[in-house]
Each structure stands twice: as structure tokens, then as C-alpha cells.
């Protein structure tokens, strides 16, 4: 038996990681000698720096970074054991959940720090960046993120503009004289999950500056500052296009990443599963075990576990999925390559008792255990 395991978090739980070993272990009661592999997983979000980190012999390195409302805050990344590939999360130094209810507004939060995430990384050697981009508390369009990567975005006086989407009210040009050098050296896939443009009625100020503290008018002043902030970035780079599909990602940051360094915009999943070569393990495999916290119908809109079942149904393995709790309609599930799914809870238990990372670990060994059983009937 040659088992490979890619199973994403149960975030509040289990890491992918800690999933994975708890089913190795319930796979091994079954069959004593069988060879088990646990790759990490993630999809782009909350946990794709540790677990690829991790997963991939990586080490986590934490850097003194301006957080979204300017104070300073510890940020964590990771470095992967090739030396030159990092693995960040915008979230770790701009996210939302970084901010209070009270405190959040637009006008004033900032990317710099994620500019200041990348500029230590390439100070280590790393030129090769894997950065997802959800949970952002900013609408800076990421001007933030450049001005901590050397970028001039100056107002009428020649000095650099002030933090937040208030910024980009002051912004009069963009110089490049003082981008680190190393930057060109670099390339970016960054994680990203959305098709919104980066203006308009469903541009990153109307569809997220909402849930980030923006009134209705500030959504109106900040799309036609981002309108406006676009037309200058064609100055440095023609290309720079406020209509392409995820360029309101993350407030903007996905515009500045594609107009101002050499990034590509991708799926999350399809990052993670390429830079995790868990094609290479897959093909060699008996059978191929993933899942996640919850599966249900959205599962099957191109999570983690889904990226995984496409590349086992490639090469014909079949694939089981475990999952803290699924819904009725996660059926769906096994129109897209799971062949079948269990939920680990093996009793009527409070939140909490379900949640906690001891009982998870044992409640899927547990449940992994008897799934093998059945499979080792002859």
C-alpha cells in the first residue's frame, strides 16, 4: 500500500500537516508496512506559509514590519530550503483582522509592510515569491507596498504621499530612481481568487471597501482616486491595465503587483499544487487521501481539495476525503473526482470539544482506521 496524503487545514484544529500525520497514523494500524507520504496543502489563504513552509523544509523567519494602521507589529514568512523562494501572506502584515471594528478605515491603512515583507526576503536571497493576497484591510492600491520597495509615489511637493487610499488623493507621479535593484531579478505568483478590476461598480472600493470601513461616500472618492492612480502607472509601464480580472484584489495590491514588478495573478490551489510537486507523488500512489475543515457545495468551486482529486482522477487513483464536518450537499463532491468523503466526528460534542486539536487528531486516526479496514478486506 502507497499512500499520499494532501489534505488542506481544519483551520481552528488541525494544520495540514497535523491532519496528515493523523491519518498516516490511522492508516498505518491497517496496514503496518505501508508506505505514506503527507504533503502539505493550502489554497492560498490563512496557513499556505506554514504549511508550505513546513512541509517543504522551509524555515520560518519573522521580521519587525509597519502593520495597516502604521504601528509596528512582528510579521512571519517563510523561506523555503532552495534559499530563494519565499511564501508570504499579505494578511501577516495588512490584514483585516490585524484592524479593531472601531478602527477600520481605508483612508488611512497601508501595504507597507507587505513592502517590507518582500524587501527582507530579497535581502536573504529569496527572488522567487509566492504571496497570497486575501484578507486585506487596505484599498491603497498597494501604493503602500511600493513605496517600501523604493518607489516614488510622490504628491505636488515631490515627497512621498501619506499611508492608506488617502495617499492616492495626493498622488501627482510615481518615480522609479530609487527601486531596489534586486527587484528585477524577481518574480511573483501571487495567489488570487477574485476577477474583480481594480475600479468600478464591482472594483475593490463597491464590492470590499465596505467590510473595511468605507461609507458610501468614501467608496466614490476612493474609486475615482484609484481611476486616477492607474492612468499614471501606464507612465512607468503601458501595460498597466485597471480592467484586468483580479486587479482589485486585496484593495489594488493585485494591480500594483502586475504593474510594477513581473507577477502573474493565479489560482491559489494551482500555485500550491505546482510549487508542492504532488504530481510526482501521486502518480506512483495506490490511493490519494485529501480534504479540509468542511466539505461541502463550495468545495467543488475550486478548493483545495477538488485541485487535489483532479491530478489522483489523472492517473486514475482513487481518492477518499476526510473532513471535520460535511454537509447535505457535498455530494457534489463526488461529481468531481472524491470518490468518498467521511466526517470525523465520531459523537454529539460541544464546538469547542470538536474543535480542540487533540480530540481532531484522534477522531481522524480513529475514523481513518475503520475507512482502511473496509479497504483491506479481501
Known amino acids: 500500500m502507497k499512500a499520499v496524503i494532501a489534505i488542506d487545514s481544519l483551520k481552528g484544529s488541525l494544520s495540514s500537516l497535523q491532519a496528515g500525520d493523523a491519518i498516516r497514523t490511522g492508516i498505518l494500524r491497517v496496514y503496518k508496512d505501508a508506505v505514506v507520504q503527507v504533503r502539505p496543502l493550502a489554497d492560498g489563504g490563512e496557513g499556505t506559509v506554514e504549511a508550505l513552509t513546513i512541509g517543504m523544509g522551509g524555515e520560518l523567519q519573522t521580521v519587525s514590519v509597519t502593520g495597516p494602521l502604521g504601528k509596528k507589529l512582528d510579521a512571519q514568512y517563510g523561506i523555503l530550503a532552495d534559499g530563494v523562494t519565499a511564501i508570504l501572506e499579505m494578511s501577516a502584515a495588512a490584514g483585516i483582522t490585524l484592524v479593531e471594528d472601531a478602527e477600520r478605515n481605508p483612508l488611512h491603512t497601508t501595504t507597507y509592510g507587505v513592502g517590507e515583507m518582500i524587501r527582507d526576503a530579497i535581502g536573504k536571497g529569496c527572488r522567487h515569491f509566492i504571496v497570497g493576497i486575501g484578507g486585506s484591510a487596505t484599498n491603497d492600491g498597494g501604493i503602500g507596498m511600493l513605496q517600501a520597495l523604493g518607489y516614488g509615489l510622490l504628491n505636488e511637493a515631490g ?3 501619506s499611508f492608506g487610499a488617502k495617499g492616492l488623493e495626493e498622488l501627482s507621479r510615481i518615480t522609479t530612481d530609487g527601486v531596489l535593484t534586486e527587484l528585477k531579478d524577481c518574480s511573483f505568483r501571487i495567489a488570487c481568487d477574485v476577477t474583480n478590476p481594480l475600479c468600478g461598480e464591482n472594483g475593490a472600493s463597491a464590492i ?8 458610501p461616500s468614501m467608496i466614490l472618492q476612493m474609486d475615482k482616486w484609484l481611476k486616477a492612480y492607474a492612468k499614471l502607472a501606464q507612465e ?3 501595460a498597466a491595465d485597471r480592467e484586468f480580472p483580479g486587479t ?4 489594488g495590491l493585485g494591480f500594483a503587483f502586475l504593474s510594477f514588478t513581473n507577477a502573474v495573478l493565479e489560482s491559489g490551489i494551482k500555485i500550491v499544487l505546482e510549487e508542492t510537486r504532488l504530481e510526482e507523488y501521486v502518480k506512483d500512489a495506490d490511493i490519494v487521501i485529501t480534504g479540509e475543515g468542511r466539505l461541502d457545495g463550495q468545495t467543488v468551486m475550486g478548493k483545495a481539495p477538488i485541485g487535489v482529486a483532479k491530478i489522483a482522477k489523472k492517473y486514475l487513483k482513487p481518492v477518499v476525503a476526510f473532513a471535520g464536518c460535511v454537509t447535505p450537499d457535498a455530494v457534489k463532491c463526488n461529481e468531481h473526482g472524491i470518490d468518498a468523503f467521511f466526517p470525523i466526528l465520531r459523537g454529539v460534542v460541544t464546538l469547542s470539544e470538536a474543535m480542540d486539536s487533540t480530540n481532531a487528531h484522534k477522531n481522524m486516526a480513529d475514523t481513518v482506521e475503520q475507512v ?3 479497504l483491506a478486506i479481501k
Open 159 to 161: 515627497e512621498q504621499v
Open 208 to 215: 470590499y471597501g465596505p467590510q473595511k470601513g468605507a461609507t
Open 236 to 238: 512607468i509601464n503601458p
Open 248 to 251: 482589485g484584489a486585496a484593495g
Open 372 to 374: 482502511f479496514r473496509l
